[in-house]
């Protein structure tokens, strides 16, 4: 019987143990093996924008929410939107809401998209909220397009030239230097040079590769911490040109989400906690912390006549007058659509300061190396002699 008790009395002094060191108690996730993630193709916002537009069109048609997704998913001709599309129709046929159904694919239907979709239901406009939801993702990625030719071009530009000169290096320059050592004479301090170059990158190209390879490496992990992350976010915000884009782009992109939000009926507070995820830039998103923060402490969304980073003084008078007039989602499109303006011209005139640029570039890093390994053949007659 004594030992029974004491069992007895141990059970719940193991319960409370166990209880209280819970949280240090970590089951293990099961690893995904499944190259879905990598073999499938991604869905992107000019792809998410047609299905959006397509599914108000046939809900303005009076066809049920059901029978709209199963012609869409019928006539989609992209994988995982397919696949995507039959999953939520098999949960709205079990009882689940639509928006419920796209919050367990987040990496297709974001947090905006999600809230939207929601505050359409509970409306009944989701038919609304769809064609600005089209709208939004109509503008981004156009947005997206203009920000990404601006930044690709000169970098498609730069690796292209170091790739010719890496390939004259490695297979035209040693030639050359074969062809001068039978010939004798002092070659010129250029050329000289080209050829112990090329020789050097010949013998250590994997080497050069490896290490620049791992750099790459590291660089991208670096970044992937809060600390890597904010100092590459506080160095591109440094870049004369880059920084105009970058805050011109959030600017456009952050009116433009937020304004599209509270025209939808999404509370202030709320449309702050969703807007913040728009930039992956961490200064950006402390500033709307920020906003949100004076939001919550009943204070304006930002204070007048001062300047805060990244926000314009425009858009903080226009956001004043949005305020006090109560039309802030209005002002903030006109604000968005003023940036994106902007941007545009912002991006034709780095395109065209960036294009002699590089033309000048590539003529004297290619015409350099060129003229390293012929100069040698100008004097080649009195080599000869």
Known sequence: MKNSSLTIQAVPEMQRFLQKHKPNIRTKQPVDFSLEKYTTPRIRTKQLAEFTRQLATLLEARLSLTRALEILAEQSTHQRLKKILDEILTQIRGGQSF?????????????????????????????????RLANYLEKLDHLQRKV???????????????????????????????????????????????????????????????????????????TKTPKGSLLRDKLLLKLPFIRALLKK????????????????????????????????????????????????????ILPANSSIEPFSPLTIQMIRVGEETGQLAEMLLKVAGFYEAELDATIEAMTSIIEPVIIVFLGVVLGGTLIAMYLQLFNLVDVIQ
């Open 99 to 131: 928006s419920n159904c796209l919050k367990s694919h987040p990496r297709v239907f974001s947090e905006f998209f999600v809230s939207l979709v929601e505050v359409g239901e509970q409306g009944g406009i989701l038919e609304q909220t769809l064609n």
């Open 148 to 222: 990404l030719t601006a930044l690709t071009y000169p970098l498609v530009i730069v690796l292209v030239a170091m790739g010719a000169v890496t390939f004259l290096l490695v297979a035209v320059v040693p030639t050359f230097a074969d062809m001068f050592e039978g010939f004798g004479g002092q070659l010129p301090g250029p050329t000289r040079f080209l050829l112990e170059l090329g020789t050097f990158v010949k013998s250590n190209f994997w080497l050069i590769a490896g290490l620049a390879t791992l750099t790459a490496i590291v660089l991208v992990r670096l």
């Open 249 to 300: 782009s959030f600017l456009a992109k952050f009116c433009r989400t937020l304004g599209t939000l509270l025209n939808s009926g999404v509370t202030l507070v709320d449309a702050l906690q969703v807007a913040g995820k728009v930039s992956k830039n961490q200064i950006f998103r402390n500033a709307i912390r920020k906003m949100k923060a004076r939001i919550i402490e009943g204070h304006s």
